[in-house]
């Protein structure tokens, strides 16, 4: 049997020096791993493009000439660029991967927002499909001096629902949806209408599922269905945000530090090495 010599303990100290190293890069990245199911997608970007495209034609509405944009969001409501927006329904599902996948999925979130224009004209359309093919949002901007028709509010209602059955891939049972908002504005050749539902079914700890519907006239010209957050979830929210944000200048002098650290101990092995045994 060979004996141990000053060559096994330097590969020793070195092989700790790595691990060390190793066990700081993974204590401090495995927090922000990437839920699996954000990553499958069965609909990427052109594929996107065409569906909305087929639903653009089949509304009869002209996207030619028009300048096409388009962007990938995690929630209908990016509203804090660089923030983890996933926040939300991981808190909401207590970070159950099977749970924030059915969220997600009746939230309409991780979605395509597509958009076509044509500076400077106001007529404008967006639609946004998620990762799984389902329409979530569409919105098609005319002019407020665009004639229209004076539907009352009853027979818009009407109309709305029976638009709503005819949805791509619609699991819209009337039943299921509580009336929660509507108002009429008149406009000076048309009558406008709007229309917001929450969900009977699934209250997660005050946070909603929510559907809307816009009517200009007798077109249904926008539809949105959204996670709505309770204020107490976004208040929540914007204090571990902010409190993030201090934490991450805290995080990157530590991080520095441990650099240092690291580089004495790395120093004190070169030392060692080039010592003559």
């Not at 990437?34 to 509304?59: C, D, F, P, T, V």
């Not at 002098?253 to 120093?267: P, T």
Request: no cysteine; glycine share 4%.
């Amino acid at each position: 049997m060979n004996k141990w010599n000053k060559t096994d303990t330097l590969f020793v100290l070195k092989s700790l020096a790595a691990m060390a190293l190793a066990l700081f890069i993974w204590s401090f990245f495995h927090q922000y791993q990437i839920n699996e199911n954000y990553l499958k997608m069965s609909l990427n970007e052109q594929e996107a493009k065409q569906k909305a495209l087929q639903y653009i034609g089949s509304r009869g509405w002209d996207v030619s000439g028009y300048t096409y944009a388009s962007n990938y969001i995690q929630t209908a409501d990016d509203w804090w660029q660089g923030w983890n927006m996933n926040y939300f329904v991981e808190t909401l599902a207590d970070k159950d991967k099977n749970e924030i996948d059915r969220i997600n999925k009746l939230g309409g979130n991780h979605r395509w927002a597509l958009r076509w224009f044509k500076p400077p004209e106001i007529d404008e359309i967006s639609i946004s499909f998620t990762k799984d093919g389902q329409l979530a949002f569409f919105n098609h901007i005319i002019p407020d001096t665009l004639a229209g028709d004076l539907l009352p509010q009853n027979i818009a209602l009407d109309r709305v629902k029976s638009f709503l059955k005819t949805l791509p891939n619609s699991d819209y049972v009337e039943d299921d949806w509580e009336i929660t908002k509507k108002t009429s504005d008149k406009k000076p050749n048309r009558i406008d209408h709007y229309f917001q539902w929450k969900n009977k079914h699934h209250d997660f700890d005050g946070s909603t599922i929510r559907m809307s519907l816009r009517m200009h006239g007798s077109e249904i010209v926008r539809y949105h269905r959204w996670l709505a957050e309770s204020e107490k979830l976004k208040v929540q929210f914007t204090t571990w945000g902010t409190i993030g944000n201090f934490s991450d200048k805290i995080k990157a002098q530590e991080i520095q530090k441990h650099i240092e650290s690291i580089s004495g101990v790395k120093s004190w092995i070169d030392i060692i090495s080039v010592k003559k045994y």
